[in-house]
Antibody
Framework: QVQLVESGGGVVQPGRSLRLSCAAS????????MHWVRQAPGKGLEWVAV????????YYADSVKGRFTISRDNSKNTLYLQMNSLRAEDTAVYYC????????????????WGRGTLVTVSS | QSALTQPASVSGSPGQSITISCTGT?????????VSWYQQHPGKAPKLMIY???KRPSGVSNRFSGSKSGNTASLTISGLQAEDEADYYC?????????FGGGTKLTVL
């Protein structure tokens, strides 16, 4: 069925790195832009980053720019988020989410979400 | 990239209607017809309820409707049901980024 499944979360010390993955199935992954959205414990949603269907365009929230890198492997139907120089304030559930635009300009909303993976940054 | 402003909480009785506001600026809500709304039940992933300001995805009840005036978007839920009790988030395109509202907790009395 159509779904997104995140993995790679865990407990990491401040300043260290972590890579999240998001496996897509049930739709043509290579045709759609993909986003990462996070939610700190007990807090609201925060958009993190987006990548176009072919990986040619990437945009980031100011809070993660220069530290996080979004990428994708269309041959593996997988989205990634490389997180470096992690801080306590990066502690959150990280969701991957699908943009509905198919090989076109991003529509900047999220029509399919994964269940999320928890990242805890703590010493 | 400042968060959009939503009321922290709203409440209503079954069968009533409620409206949740989402106030942004001329750099986000006011400039683009790209406001979306999400419903999130505790421990669950968000669910798209409204996109492009007023459009409903297939499968979403027509009790949910969206609108926009100037820098403020609104989500209206009519005929409140117990299952509507959840957190609701607005989101807007903000020029090569997206920005969410702080979220509104809807309580069905």
């Amino acid at each position: 069925q159509v779904q997104l499944v995140e993995s790679g979360g865990g407990v990491v010390q401040p300043g260290r790195s972590l890579r999240l993955s998001c496996a897509a199935s049930g739709f043509t992954f290579s045709s759609y832009g993909m986003h990462w959205v996070r939610q700190a414990p007990g807090k609201g949603l925060e958009w993190v980053a987006v990548i176009s269907y072919d990986g040619s365009n990437k945009y980031y929230a100011d809070s993660v720019k220069g530290r996080f890198t979004i990428s994708r492997d269309n041959s593996k139907n997988t989205l990634y988020l490389q997180m470096n120089s992690l801080r306590a304030e990066d502690t959150a559930v990280y969701y991957c989410a699908k943009d509905p635009a198919s090989q076109a300009f991003l529509h900047w909303y999220f029509d399919l979400w994964g269940r999320g993976t928890l990242v805890t940054v703590s010493s | 990239q400042s968060a959009l402003t939503q009321p922290a909480s709203v409440s209503g009785s079954p069968g009533q209607s409620i409206t949740i506001s989402c106030t942004g600026t001329s750099s986000d809500v006011g400039s683009y017809n790209l406001v979306s709304w999400y419903q999130q039940h505790p421990g669950k992933a968000p669910k798209l309820m409204i996109y492009e300001g007023s459009k409903r995805p297939s499968g979403v009840s027509n009790r949910f409707s969206g609108s926009k005036s100037g820098n403020t978007a609104s989500l209206t839920i009519s005929g409140l049901q117990a299952e509507d009790e959840a957190d609701y988030y607005c989101c807007s395109y903000a020029g090569s980024s997206s920005v969410f509202g702080g979220g509104t907790k809807l309580t069905v009395l």
